[in-house]
């Protein structure tokens, strides 16, 4: 019987903790914090996206976008709610495929899977940081503050640098590169995004719903749409985490918001001519009203450098049509993100050329394995990252019980 010593109790860590141990090997989970799943539990709005029905190797990015494949097919969304539904969790898919416990709360996910460790004599080691793994002879040895365990194999499951205030660390990248391994860059995403628009404070706290496109000069890089917060920074909201991973790929690159999604440039044009005619005496800083939320009306008034004092009886055809262009295509110019402490994930990681696809271990040193955010595969919004980590860590997990 193979003994495994899994470093992180988080979703990659534990799913691979329970695969590894339902195939007979002596598992210990070393987790950091006080207990295991703590960023599980907050996931999803503490709701748990837990998967994607649409989720595919097309879903993921990283240096290598093929290597997610192998452990995706082995593990797919099917398969993973059919293991999750072994384990007593129900669930549920909403229409664009994202699917929730049926509980709706993250906690039952994280009490499913350890309930099931317990149950299949997984030791877990809560508050036990491991600081460092060396290789000595046929074991590995785990430092940690009990002192060094030895372990036949052993799998690194510590996550990324995201979601700090939920465990995100870069102790996994660490304990890797000590051990010969490499990583990529590391930047943020799915992430709330800091931008230079001098409107943005004084909508601090209005949602809306828009189409949210990314440019660079006049490339369009990426779309989205749904609700986005305005925030005294910049940006927030799921459609702008959507697009995040494209805002923050490279510098000079402009968010914009298409705020009435319902009309086109003309018909607004049209509208706001006709409210120039049929209600003179209304102020201009009122001339969106009925259109747009009356705050966001304003700012778009003084964006286009109009007193918004001055009665829209004032509105030329020209100044509608600029009017009509900045609903329409309001802009933002990124200047950064909030950091990692708020970002869902992290782009970059553990190079996956120095591991097996297959198998999840690594090219350099045989009996070490590794999954989840801690290697440079990140998914898109909407499930498919926690859906990365139950496949990797099912892999890892099968390969390190060596059945
Ligand atoms: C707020 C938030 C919401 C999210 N919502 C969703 C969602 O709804 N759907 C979705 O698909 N994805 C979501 N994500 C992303 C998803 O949670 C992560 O991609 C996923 O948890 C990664 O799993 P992991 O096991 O690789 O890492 P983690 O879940 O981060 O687990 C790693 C664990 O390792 C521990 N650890 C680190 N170093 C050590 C060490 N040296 N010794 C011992 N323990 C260590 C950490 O404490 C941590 O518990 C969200 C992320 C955040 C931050």
Not at 36 to 52: F, S, Y
Not at 214 to 224: D, E, H, N, Q
Not at 288 to 317: C, D, H, K, P
Not at 327 to 334: L, N, Q
């Amino acid at each position: 019987m193979n003994s495994v010593a899994v470093i992180g109790g988080g979703a990659a860590g534990m799913m691979a903790a329970l695969e590894a141990a339902s195939r007979g090997a002596a598992v210990s989970v070393f987790e950091r914090q006080s207990r295991v799943g703590r960023k599980l539990a907050v996931t999803g709005n503490g709701r748990c996206n837990l998967t994607n029905l649409n989720a595919s190797p097309r879903s993921y990015h990283g240096t290598d976008s093929d290597f997610a494949a192998p452990a995706l097919c082995r593990f797919s969304p099917a398969e993973t709610l059919a293991h999750f539904r072994s384990l007593g969790l129900l669930t549920v898919a909403e229409p664009d495929g994202r699917v929730y416990p049926l509980s709706d709360t993250a906690g039952s996910v994280v009490d499913v899977l350890r309930f099931a460790m317990e149950a299949a004599g997984v030791c877990l080691k809560d508050s036990c940081e491991v600081s460092a793994l060396k290789r000595m002879d046929a074991v590995w040895r785990v430092d940690c503050p009990e002192g060094a365990i030895t372990a036949d194999r052993v799998i690194v499951a510590c996550g990324g640098m995201a979601g700090e205030r939920f465990g995100g660390t870069k102790k996994g990248y660490e304990l890797l590169e000590a051990l010969g391994h490499h990583r990529t860059p590391l930047r943020c995403s799915l992430v709330q995004l800091r931008c230079d628009n001098p409107g943005s404070r004084s909508l601090k706290g209005i949602r809306a719903d828009a189409e949210v496109k990314v440019f660079c000069g006049a490339k369009l890089l990426a779309s989205s749409s749904g609700e986005v917060q305005f925030t005294d920074y910049g940006l927030s909201g799921p459609a702008v985490f959507e697009i995040s991973r494209e805002a923050l790929s490279r510098g000079g690159t402009v968010v914009t918001l298409d705020l009435l999604r319902s009309v086109t440039e003309e018909e607004l044009t049209g509208m706001l001519l006709r409210r120039a005619k049929s209600t003179p005496q209304l102020a201009l800083s009122d001339v969106f009203l009925g259109t747009v939320q009356n705050r966001i009306g304003r700012v778009l008034v003084s964006s286009a450098g109009l007193r918004g004092t001055e009665s829209v009886a004032s509105l030329t055809e020209k100044t509608a049509r600029r009017l009509a262009g900045l609903a329409k295509h309001f802009e933002f110019p990124v200047i950064g993100d909030m950091g990692a402490a708020n970002a869902q994930v992290t782009v970059g990681g553990i190079r996956t050329n120095e591991f097996d696809p297959e198998t999840m271990e690594s090219r350099l040193c045989p009996g070490l394995y590794a999954c989840g955010e801690l290697l440079d595969v990140d998914g898109d919004c909407g499930g498919y990252n926690l859906q990365w980590a139950w496949s990797s860590g099912r892999l890892a997990g099968m390969s390190a019980a060596g059945v």
